[in-house]
């Protein structure tokens, strides 16, 4: 992988204006659209048909579209409940092993909210449940599987930069997902320009050292915030909330950099991918 790949989480409002109205044509849409990879949402649980999966699998191979998936929401790794700790290792399973049967690698969970505890101790149950979903992997042959921890728009979420960082220590597969619109949200709006995503990429190669920092995932989106952070995704055309995608780019062209970039604007996300990817291509013509 030696450049980006953009694409979405889930399919746009064209998806059905275009005529398309099965999950078996999400292949055909996401090449139609110019893109090169797509996120399956089973944010409300697992429920992937083993057929309907093969059909998905064929029609992305045949069109070299690189799936993802994102995992339930209720994943809770630093829950005060030992059961929902537990819980959320079986739903990285159950997730894996969809995401294998649509010819993915890649799991992005969110870690969950730190509740009635320090950060610290948020952190340290987290890191815990990390390392028990990657030897439950392991142990189900899924060792092949690459679990992806998010970074969250909300203060009260587990999920800064470092936060997330610190879970992929746990084991070097473990790859982050930076989701650049929620470190946006949950700092006020911070990131203006290239000084602060070149922060953030620094920080990556800074602590963890390998092909992770070049070939990471994220998420990128418009989102509107207040002062407890993410308050709602946005699309390209809305101006007022950021960040902005420009110097984002020219970092990745720059330092040679080839994340998979998946776009979560609202209702808009094919189109506005096709925005960042004709953008970072346009780089390469001067």
């Known amino acids: 992988m030696n450049k980006p790949l953009f694409g979405t989480a889930g399919t746009s409002e064209s998806f059905k204006t275009m005529g398309y109205k099965s999950s078996a044509q999400v292949p055909e849409y996401t090449a139609a659209m110019g ?57 990285i399973l159950q997730s894996a092993a969809a995401v294998r049967a649509l010819g993915g690698r890649r ?73 650049f619109g929620h470190l946006n949200a949950r700092d006020g709006g911070w990131i203006k320009g290239t000084e602060q995503y070149a922060f953030i990429l620094d920080r990556m190669a800074q602590e963890l050292g390998d092909e992770r920092a070049v070939n990471f995932h994220a998420h990128f989106s418009r989102i509107e915030y207040t002062t407890g952070g993410e308050k709602r995704h946005l699309t390209f055309a809305d101006t007022v909330f950021g960040p902005p995608f420009e110097p984002l780019m020219e970092l990745l062209f720059q330092r040679r950099l080839a994340p998979v970039i998946v776009c979560e604007s609202a209702g808009t996300q094919a189109e506005d991918a096709a925005v960042m990817k004709r953008y970072y291509q346009s780089l390469g013509e001067g």
Request: aromatic letters at 6%; charged letters at 25%; hydrophobic letters at 40%.
């Open 35 to 91: 893109l090169d990879a797509f996120e399956y949402q089973c944010g409300r649980g697992v429920r992937l048909g083993q057929e309907l999966a093969k059909t998905i699998r064929a029609g992305a191979e045949a069109r070299g579209i690189c799936f993802s998936l994102h995992a339930p929401y209720y994943i809770s790794m630093s829950s005060m409940e030992e059961e929902k700790r537990v819980n959320s290792v079986s739903y």
């Open 107 to 179: 799991v992005i969970f969110h870690a969950g909210s730190c509740g009635k505890q320090s950060r610290e101790e948020a952190l340290e149950k987290a890191l815990d449940t990390m390392a028990r979903m990657q030897a439950a992997l392991d142990e189900a042959g899924f060792e092949d599987i690459t679990l992806c921890p998010e970074t969250m728009g909300k203060v009260g979420q587990l999920g800064t930069l470092d936060e997330v960082l610190a879970l992929c220590k746990v084991d070097k597969r473990i790859t982050p997902c930076i989701d």
